[in-house]
């Protein structure tokens, strides 16, 4: 059963974690909490044979799971799920996250624990089932299915402007399903099916194309989200709990950029190319807008917050100059704004435990009193910035490198304004870490405050490791994702013969240069 069912298992295994959280009494906090760890470690470990097991040889669909679900006289839909290199690591950092997130929790909710956790896992039972899905129907439903725990999240546990930056996350995520809706069930109106590899061999129409893919460009550009729709994300993000703004940096984001390569564009190939461009300019605009927004903010979790809407201009700008290159990139770079954005939400969350405000200037000096503390804050510093040897390098170097090389009549300057960002993240990071950790004398009653203490230090130190590991030896994650790329170009430039380069010899010439 584990052999033929494991990805089904790895999805829906919360779902356990639930039924034993309801049972537990929840006044014994201890027990939930510490049963929520056991069980996100266990969950993770399950999912490591996914890697172990998985072919990355060749390119096919694996672990798939194809099982009739219901049919009307109307529709005809099936359970179908399956994992390649497009969605492996994506589905790995959600698990990865789970046991760090967990523990970082421990002491900071302290009102409704077990709703709190219980919202935990169905959020995570969502993001994997949306993320493994290969029928549009499943998809949408899983769509749908991680915004409820999400909300709660934000709206319970969050900060003083919680109930709003619920509502706006919710009404501006839910607006773009409904376009995405709209176009899955014309796609099924059309062909008869919701099947994926179904729809990918179907060729709409060119003006069929163009409104299919702005419907759902716009469900997924929301969440990215690409400028103009990013202004939910740094109300939801400052509001949220700490374990929610993991979550939401980590893994939600990305399903946006996930959904680009899966649905939207091998399914559109012709509207691809017609709205490339335009998808360009407006991360370039994300990217420069993001840097600017963030090197301004007195609050240091929205500072970290608008740097997210300048990191994921990067994917896109990567994912629509259509090279091998920038595709492997931005894939890479959604891992590695997970680990690296992920972790200095966690720091903040940790400071702010201490200090009860995110105020930059109520921080001045405090490396002297928290040294551990201000060694790792420097370390995903330098992630985010894109320092060589870092995971933040890798993927910003593959994607520059591709956009220099795609076929566009600018794709220089393309290039070159996104490189921008890269000098404008080390200002307004930098700035930020001196204002923060140097420049004054401590105040009195910073002079108290506790370095990181061991549980800390203990979820911090796999993120830690993630960023040298990435940073150092890259090949690891990028051939598994190698001919799932390949396959996916192929989608996306049907008839074009591709020569697929080695990105781990261009990161090596990269870093020789």
């Given at each position: 059963m584990l052999n033929t069912h494991l990805l089904s298992i790895v999805t829906f295994l919360p779902v356990?974690?639930?039924?034993?959280?309801?049972?537990?009494?929840?006044?014994?906090?201890?027990?939930?909490?510490?049963?929520?760890?056991?069980?996100?470690?266990?969950?993770f470990l399950l999912s490591i044979l996914l890697v172990t097991n998985f072919d990355s040889s060749v390119y096919k669909i694996q672990f798939e799971e194809i099982i009739p679900?219901?049919?009307?006289?109307?529709?005809?839909?099936?359970?179908?799920?399956?994992?390649?290199?497009?969605?492996?690591?994506?589905?790995?950092?959600?698990?990865?996250?789970?046991?760090?997130?967990?523990?970082?929790?421990?002491?900071?909710?302290?009102?409704?624990?077990?709703?709190?956790?219980?919202?935990?896992?169905?959020?995570?039972?969502?993001?994997?089932?949306?993320?493994?899905?290969?029928?549009?129907?499943?998809?949408?439903?899983?769509?749908?299915v991680m915004l409820i725990p999400m909300y709660f999240i934000i709206g319970v546990w969050g900060g003083e402007r919680r109930i709003y930056a619920a509502v706006k996350f919710f009404i501006y995520t839910m607006a773009g399903s409904l376009l995405m809706l709209v176009a899955i069930i014309y796609m099924y109106l059309q062909t008869g099916t919701f099947e994926l590899m179904d729809l990918y061999t179907h060729t709409f129409s060119g003006q069929e194309q163009v409104y299919l893919f702005a419907a759902f460009a716009i469900a997924f550009a929301i969440k990215v989200p690409i400028f103009p729709f990013h202004t939910w994300l740094p109300d939801a993000h400052t509001e949220a709990p700490t374990a929610g703004s993991v979550i939401l940096a980590g893994v939600l984001l990305k399903l946006g950029t996930y959904g680009f390569i899966r649905f939207a564009m091998p399914l559109f190939p012709s509207a691809v190319k017609t709205f490339a461009p335009y998808v360009i300019v407006l991360g370039i605009i994300g990217i420069i807008y993001g840097a600017l927004v963030a090197m301004v903010q007195k609050d240091v979790k929205k500072l970290v917050a608008y740097s997210s809407v300048s990191h994921l201009g990067y994917v896109m700008v990567g994912l629509f100059a259509l090279?091998?290159?920038?595709?492997?990139?931005?894939?890479?770079?959604?891992?590695?704004?997970?680990?690296?954005?992920?972790?200095?939400?966690?720091?903040?969350?940790?400071?702010?435990?201490?200090?009860?405000?995110?105020?930059?200037?109520?921080?001045?000096?405090?490396?002297?009193?928290?040294?551990?503390?201000?060694?790792?804050?420097?370390?995903?510093?330098?992630?985010?910035?894109?320092?060589?040897?870092?995971?933040?390098?890798?993927?910003?170097?593959?994607?520059?490198?591709?956009?220099?090389?795609?076929?566009?009549?600018?794709?220089?300057?393309?290039?070159?304004?996104?490189?921008?960002?890269?000098?404008?993240?080390?200002?307004?990071?930098?700035?930020?870490?001196?204002?923060?950790?140097?420049?004054?004398?401590?105040?009195?009653?910073?002079?108290?405050?506790?370095?990181?203490?061991?549980?800390?230090?203990?979820?911090?130190?796999?993120?830690?490791?993630?960023?040298?590991?990435?940073?150092?030896?890259?090949?690891?994650?990028?051939?598994?994702?190698?001919?799932?790329?390949?396959?996916?170009?192929?989608?996306?430039?049907?008839?074009?013969?591709?020569?697929?380069?080695?990105?781990?010899?261009?990161?090596d010439e990269g870093v020789q240069k």
């Open positions: 356990l974690a639930v039924i034993v959280l309801a049972i537990i009494p929840g006044r014994q906090e201890k027990a939930l909490k510490q049963f929520s760890i056991g069980f996100a470690i266990i969950h679900w219901f049919s009307t006289q109307f529709a005809s839909v099936g359970y179908h799920i399956g994992l390649d290199g497009i969605n492996l690591w994506i589905v790995m950092l959600t698990t990865f996250l789970g046991p760090i997130i967990f523990l970082s929790v421990y002491s900071s909710i302290t009102k409704k624990v077990k709703s709190f956790l219980i919202n935990m896992f169905l959020l995570e039972v969502g993001i994997l089932g949306s993320l493994v899905a290969l029928n549009t129907f499943l998809f949408y439903l899983f769509w749908e090279t091998i290159y920038s595709v492997q990139g931005a894939m890479l770079q959604m891992i590695n704004h997970g680990i690296s954005t992920g972790a200095l939400f966690l720091l903040v969350g940790i400071v702010y435990e201490r200090t009860h405000t995110r105020l930059i200037s109520e921080y001045g000096g405090i490396a002297k009193v928290m040294p551990v503390y201000a060694v790792l804050f420097m370390i995903f510093t330098l992630s985010s910035i894109g320092l060589p040897m870092t995971n933040g390098f890798i993927g910003e170097f593959l994607i520059l490198m591709g956009t220099f090389k795609s076929a566009y009549p600018y794709a220089f300057w393309y290039a070159a304004f996104a490189a921008v960002g890269v000098i404008l993240g080390a200002v307004y990071m930098l700035w930020m870490y001196q204002r923060v950790f140097f420049n004054i004398e401590p105040s009195e009653k910073n002079m108290k405050l506790k370095d990181a203490n061991l549980r800390e230090r203990i979820y911090l130190l796999p993120l830690l490791i993630m960023v040298f590991w990435i940073g150092l030896y890259p090949s690891f994650f990028l051939k598994r994702m190698d001919k799932s790329v390949e396959h996916y170009m192929k989608l996306i430039q049907p008839g074009t013969q591709l020569v697929v380069p080695d990105p781990t010899a261009a990161v």
